[in-house]
């Protein structure tokens, strides 16, 4: 089904769809709303600096309109700061200089700004058309009209990267079961256990789920996650906790049981001195083929559901999933407290430490700027004009 098209006529309606975009009312952020003729390409958001750091708002300007001209057929752009600070009083709309360096910016790249605001808790106002006296009161931000989509909006950008609540009797069971294959399936280097290990295995049926990772890792995602019994759970679990069968689900959930089964292939491979495919290993760097993002969606909530089934110091394998998937649909500041959270459990976590470097550095994956020519889901998508 094509994406519902909201036209707004004025700053005021702009603003009540920007976090429909977000999935979330942004704080202290800045945010920017790429379109192309008029109709908005999504959203993209970054924090805002602080009020000490002048020296960041060149650099952080260039990379946001930066992120812009990825964006395929972008020719304009509307920026909105969400900040703390009260809109009245200063001489000058809070973070003035991030949003002068920002229209700079997008006018070397030939974008047209179509309207800059900033959103405070007494109000909001326009840097280019700023109010003589007092700001616009917030009331005038009204929600969309009814029937259009908007529920489920989260308080803020972190909110989201919490975790579910999980029933506790389903928590012991996944860990036992989690036991159970740890006690089966670990130490396969040892040949003399083979014999015992797939009795054992054939007999536990969350053991025998692991035999063939790439379909449980399908299966897993055909059903909502509170579907899934115990042993699935633990199953999953055991592979995001394994860095080969975490990869094998990554990529995966990034494409098809296909390419699953051909990452483990590849995986056996390399462990015999095999050099690993580079088609293969592309999109764990954010390169290749855009993978469907609905898929992307359906696999972070399986891996959050995992991790909040697990005892806090049993998380960093399906935290790091988490981090990795996050940022695959282009939500850094969501992986970035996925791999934080991990890393405070195991400091040396490989995954979840690149995961935040690549954050840091200000990558995003390539799919990420990519927009089909005719969009599939569901959702607010604005037509504005702008000024």
């Known amino acids: 089904m094509a994406p519902t098209v909201v036209s707004?006529?004025?700053?005021?309606?702009?603003?009540?769809?920007?976090?429909?975009?977000?999935?979330?009312?942004?704080?202290?952020?800045?945010?920017?709303?790429?379109?192309?003729?008029?109709?908005?390409?999504?959203?993209?958001?970054?924090?805002?600096?602080?009020a000490a750091a002048s020296a960041s708002v060149e650099s952080i300007a260039s990379t946001i309109i930066g992120m812009a001209c990825k964006v395929a057929r972008t020719d304009a752009?509307?920026?909105?700061?969400?900040?703390?600070?009260?809109?009245?009083?200063?001489?000058?709309?809070?973070?003035?200089?991030?949003?002068?360096?920002?229209?700079?910016?997008?006018?070397?790249?030939?974008?047209?700004?179509?309207?800059?605001?900033?959103?405070g808790p007494d109000g909001w106002d326009s840097y280019l058309s700023p109010s003589s006296s007092t700001p616009h009161p917030l009331s005038e931000v009204t929600a969309p009209p009814q029937g259009e989509p908007g529920s489920g909006l989260v308080a803020d950008q972190f909110t989201a990267a919490e975790l579910p609540r999980i029933d506790s009797a389903l928590s012991r069971g996944v860990l036992a079961a989690l036991r159970r294959i740890e006690r089966v399936l670990d130490g396969a280097h040892d040949r003399r256990a083979?014999?015992?290990?797939?009795?054992?295995?054939?007999?536990?049926?969350?053991?025998?789920?692991?035999?063939?990772?790439?379909?449980?890792?399908?299966?897993?995602?055909?059903?909502?996650?509170?579907?899934?019994?115990?042993?699935?759970?633990?199953?999953?679990?055991?592979?995001?906790?394994?860095?080969?069968?975490?990869?094998?689900?990554?990529?995966?959930?990034?494409?098809?049981?296909?390419?699953?089964?051909?990452?483990?292939?590849?995986?056996?491979?390399?462990?015999?001195?095999?050099?690993?495919?580079?088609?293969?290993?592309?999109p764990m760097w954010g390169e290749g083929a855009r993978p469907d993002p609905d898929r992307l969606r359906r696999a972070l909530e399986l891996c959050r559901f995992v991790a909040a089934a697990l005892p806090r110091e049993r998380r960093p394998g399906a935290l790091s999933a988490c981090a990795w998937l996050a940022w695959a649909t282009g939500r850094s500041s969501h992986a970035a407290v996925y791999a934080?959270?991990?890393?405070?459990?195991?400091?040396?976590?490989?995954?979840?430490?690149?995961?935040?470097?690549?954050?840091?550095?200000?990558?995003?994956p390539e799919w990420v700027f990519e927009r089909p020519t005719s969009p599939a889901g569901t959702g607010s998508s604005p037509e504005y004009p702008g000024r």
Do not use: K, N
């Not at 009540?16 to 003729?37: D, I, K, Q, Y």
């Not at 690149?354 to 550095?361: E, F, G, N, R």
């Open 77 to 119: 752009v509307a920026l909105v700061v969400y900040t703390d600070d009260d809109v009245a009083g200063p001489a000058t709309l809070p973070h003035r200089a991030l949003v002068d360096a920002a229209i700079a910016r997008a006018d070397i790249c030939g974008l047209r700004v179509v309207d800059a605001l900033v959103v």
């Open 194 to 282: 083979l014999p015992r290990r797939e009795r054992a295995a054939a007999a536990d049926p969350a053991a025998a789920a692991v035999a063939d990772p790439p379909v449980l890792l399908e299966d897993a995602l055909a059903s909502a996650p509170a579907q899934l019994d115990a042993a699935q759970l633990a199953a999953v679990a055991f592979c995001l906790d394994r860095p080969s069968l975490r990869d094998v689900a990554l990529m995966q959930w990034a494409a098809d049981l296909a390419t699953g089964d051909a990452t483990l292939h590849a995986q056996t491979a390399y462990r015999r001195g095999t050099p690993f495919p580079e088609d293969l290993a592309r």
């Open 8 to 50: 707004v006529t004025s700053s005021a309606s702009f603003l009540a769809l920007v976090p429909r975009l977000l999935e979330c009312t942004p704080s202290r952020s800045l945010v920017l709303v790429p379109f192309t003729e008029s109709r908005s390409l999504g959203a993209m958001r970054v924090d805002l600096p602080p």
């Open 340 to 364: 934080e959270t991990a890393l405070e459990i195991d400091a040396d976590h490989g995954l979840s430490a690149i995961v935040l470097d690549i954050i840091d550095a200000g990558r995003l």
